[in-house]
């Protein structure tokens, strides 16, 4: 018998949020940290997410929920909305833990990891790319996770928040 596999997530958030938006749905980050653990055997789920100090309620919620959250500094940019680019720190984490985890799962539909995806294909450390929505997911990573891409538009049952009756 197969012992169970020690996979963590590596998951771009602004991607993931942005993404399951345009798709019209909210996501339950509880129902997702579940998933990332029965779907795929993650242990750690990191969440690199830029700090803004109003979201505290955000990030407590996350933590609660068993995401183990990397923060990025947030800067405006020329428009003034916030900004906190966190791909390079995504891509230094999954690599400097490679050692921790048996395979890692890329959340994210940007192209910019395509380098990061290639090296854990060739390494044999990728259990998967989820992307949030396959018609806004780079060519690229779609080429190079190969048969490892998953899209996340079709689990709005298993992923919707829902807000409770209070009634």
Known sequence: MKSRE???????????????QKLGWKLDYRKF?????????VEKAYIFIGFVALNQKLYDKLQESD???KFKPTIPDDSG???GNIDADLVLWTI??????DKAIIVSSDG?????VEYLYEHN??????????????SLLKQTAKEKIRFMDNLRHKLEYKKKNTA
């Open 6 to 20: 020690n996979n963590h997530a590596f998951i771009d958030s602004q991607n993931l949020n942005l993404g399951i």
């Open 81 to 83: 909305n916030i900004k």
């Open 96 to 101: 400097l833990k490679k050692e921790e985890y």
């Open 67 to 69: 995401f183990l959250l």
């Open 125 to 138: 450390k990728l259990k998967a790319v989820l992307s949030p929505d396959k018609k806004e997911c780079s």
């Open 112 to 116: 910019d990891f395509y380098s990061l």
């Open 33 to 41: 940290r579940i998933y990332l653990r029965e779907k795929y055997c």
